[in-house]
T-cell receptor, first 114, second 112 residues
Framework: SAVISQKPSRDICQRGTSLTIQCQVD?????MFWYRQQPGQSLTLIAT?????????ESGFVIDKFPISRPNLTFSTLTVSNMSPEDSSIYLC???????????FGPGTRLTVT | ELKVEQNPLFLSMQEGKNYTIYCNYS?????LYWYRQDPGKSLESLFV?????AVKQEGRLMASLDTKARLSTLHITAAVHDLSATYFC????????????FGEGTQLTVNP
């Protein structure tokens, strides 16, 4: 199994600023994803973080707002740019390996925008 | 577009009782997942169901998959308070490439 850590675990940010969230996996993985969970809601996929190339965004999410990097097979970052209170959510990183069926989730980053 | 629906969304039950949570999805799927989430915590993987007729059990929880009906169930047997949590099903569609679509979640409360 893969163990995923995220930094920071929580943050309170001011409107208009940006926050970068880091996701570290303890082993090499094929796929890494970023999800958003708004308060009291389910999870929504933001994008697939592709190693060495641009991320693939889901409908409703754009690179200018949520730039993503994935420089190697164990690490990814998600930036939440020009934040507004509507961005207050939990952001979760997940990972899976080709040929394996499990998809593991990190502990999440709880973001509050004031 | 793949849609995943769970019901009920809220479930309050007494200890010792049995109940079933249903997960319906709209298109052909490769895999179906069940996760548990405790308040303020991340997701804990419970089951991964890979094929039609698959049944998996762990403790008081049993999950099954009927791909023809596009339905999965999570059955709770003799519920205990420690099972109180939110349960999500998630589907990896055939063309999704491991991108999961989640149901709305079922918030389960088990009362003494």
């Amino acid at each position: 199994s893969a163990v995923i850590s995220q930094k920071p675990s929580r943050d309170i940010c001011q409107r208009g600023t940006s926050l970068t969230i880091q996701c570290q996996v303890d082993s090499q993985v094929t796929m890494m994803f970023w999800y958003r969970q708004q308060p009291g809601q389910s999870l929504t996929l933001i994008a697939t973080a592709n190693q060495g190339s641009e991320a693939t965004y889901e409908s409703g999410f754009v690179i200018d707002k949520f730039p993503i990097s994935r420089p190697n097979l164990t690490f990814s970052t998600l930036t939440v740019s020009n934040m507004s209170p509507e961005d207050s959510s939990i952001y979760l990183c997940s990972a899976s390996t080709s040929g394996a069926y499990e998809q593991y989730f990190g502990p999440g980053t709880r973001l509050t925008v004031t | 577009e793949l849609k995943v629906e769970q019901n009920p969304l809220f479930l309050s039950m007494q200890e010792g009782k049995n109940y079933t949570i249903y997960c319906n999805y709209s298109t052909t799927s490769d895999r179906l997942y069940w996760y548990r989430q405790d308040p303020g915590k991340s997701l804990e993987s419970l089951f991964v169901l890979l094929s039609n007729g698959a049944v998996k059990q762990e403790g008081r929880l049993m999950a099954s998959l009927d791909t023809k009906a596009r339905l999965s169930t999570l059955h709770i047997t003799a519920a205990v308070h420690d099972l109180s949590a939110t349960y999500f099903c998630a589907v990896d569609g055939k063309t999704s490439g491991s991108r999961l679509t989640f149901g709305e979640g079922t918030q389960l409360t088990v009362n003494p």
